[in-house]
């Protein structure tokens, strides 16, 4: 990326600029594609997150993180976005709404420097700087994370991962 608020986009194989986006970024750190290569993920140092739409030349501006997001993945079905900060949070994004749909804190764990969506979009995979790799339901609402945020209200960890091990959820 470039600090003068410009993204450029290159052909790997002919080494050679194919689309620059002016005005879209501000110290981008990564830019990852949809792999129809219609839809640009830029990556700001600040936190924020652009979604190009290069086909329909349209922008979201995704913001909720307080610090730099390292790692942006999209969904298999390319209808969401996971991010991991800095700010040790994970957070899924709805790109058709263009918000974000839950976000998860592991406190104790430092940043959040890489989440995933499973293919079926049921599970989040998060690495932390602590060097924890954790496993979070991705909707908050269904029975499983209401029954693993009540173990663990109670202290009752060991018993979630024995629950887990066991196949309970």
Same mark, same amino acid.
């Given at each position: *990326? %470039?600090? @003068?608020?410009? +993204?450029?986009?290159?052909?790997?194989?002919?080494?050679?600029?194919?689309?620059? $986006?002016?005005?879209?970024?501000? +110290?981008?750190? =990564?830019?990852? %594609?949809?792999?129809?290569? =219609?839809?640009?993920?830029?990556?700001?140092?600040?936190?924020?997150?652009?979604?190009?739409? $290069?086909? =329909?030349?349209?922008?979201? @501006? /995704?913001?909720? =993180?307080?610090? /730099?997001?390292?790692?942006?993945? /999209?969904?298999?079905?390319?209808?969401? $976005?996971?991010?991991?900060?800095?700010?040790? @949070?994970?957070?899924?994004?709805?790109?058709?709404?263009?918000?974000?749909?839950?976000?998860? *804190?592991?406190?104790?764990?430092?940043? &959040?420097?890489? &989440?995933?969506?499973? &293919?079926?979009?049921?599970?989040?995979?998060?690495?932390?700087? +602590?060097?924890? !790799?954790?496993?979070?339901?991705?909707?908050?609402? +269904?029975?499983?994370a209401r029954a693993c945020d009540a !173990? &663990?209200? #109670?202290?009752?960890?060991?018993? @979630?991962?024995?629950? #887990?091990?066991?196949?309970? #959820?």
């Amino acid at each position: *990326g %470039f600090t @003068t608020g410009s +993204s450029l986009l290159c052909d790997a194989r002919a080494l050679a600029p194919v689309l620059r $986006l002016d005005g879209r970024s501000a +110290s981008a750190t =990564h830019a990852p %594609f949809s792999r129809d290569g =219609h839809l640009a993920i830029t990556v700001l140092a600040d936190g924020g997150v652009l979604v190009d739409d $290069l086909i =329909h030349d349209e922008v979201t @501006t /995704l913001e909720a =993180h307080t610090k /730099l997001v390292l790692s942006a993945v /999209l969904s298999a079905d390319e209808r969401r $976005l996971v991010t991991a900060s800095i700010d040790g @949070t994970i957070r899924v994004w709805d790109l058709a709404r263009g918000e974000a749909t839950l976000a998860i *804190g592991s406190p104790g764990q430092g940043a &959040a420097t890489w &989440a995933a969506l499973s &293919a079926d979009g049921q599970w989040i995979v998060a690495a932390y700087e +602590s060097g924890a !790799l954790r496993v979070h339901p991705a909707a908050p609402e +269904s029975a499983m994370a209401r029954a693993c945020d009540a !173990l &663990a209200y #109670f202290g009752r960890e060991e018993e @979630t991962r024995a629950a #887990f091990r066991d196949g309970w #959820f």
